[in-house]
């Protein structure tokens, strides 16, 4: 079975667990911190913001997770990705990343078939004419790709996302934003012997938490 159907099929099964953590509950400074100035959200809804980079072995991990996780969220929580990272490279890959998510190609299938190239396939994507061809092999249109790939729409994004990933004071990848006023990602109150599985899912029981938290305005 491949990983992200796994994954998916834990979902399914009901076996993500709802409190993966050690005693009691998540504990504020541990588990997830509280952002001193929250980021812009959408109105009427709980959102939940990831921060990743498609390099990113941890990110590549959590992933299966995190998509299975998605598909049951409740009708008031949002969901959506930023990319990050500061090399021309990983700017590139942001671009990447929005051109696809502006033509509406940024698919399931594509998004991890993007993964599944840099982290099994050994594909390096170092510049434009690489990225193009990568998402080529995964049906894109690339000709409508390169005619958005350099779009101001695209520059856009970019720059909303950084203004983003600076507030939200995220250091390590993947981590997650939740309504605005809560970070908390893997990294965060894990056992290093854990496996990343474990860690990713005791995130996401953290993220329950916190949409629960939010809710109340806690």
Partial sequence: MKRRDAALALAAAGLLPTAAWAQGGPVEGKHYVRLGQGLPSTPGKIEVIEFFFYRCPHCDAFDPL???????????????????GQQAVLKLHQRMYYALEAMGALT??????????FHRQGVDANDEAAVVALVGKLGVDTARFKQTFSSFGVQAKLAQG????????????????????????????????????????QTLAVADFLIKLSRGKG
Avoid: C, Y
Avoid at 68 to 73: G, I, K, R, S, Y
């Fill in 66 to 84: 995190l998509e299975a996780w998605v598909q049951q969220l409740p009708p008031d929580v949002v969901f959506r990705r930023v990319p990050v």
């Fill in 108 to 117: 399931p299938a594509v998004h991890s078939g993007i993964f599944n190239a």
């Fill in 162 to 201: 950084a203004k983003l990933a600076e507030l939200s004071g995220a250091d390590s990848t993947p981590a997650l934003v939740i309504a605005g006023r809560f970070r908390t990602g893997p990294g965060m109150g894990s056992n290093p012997n854990q496996s990343e599985a474990v860690q990713g899912q």
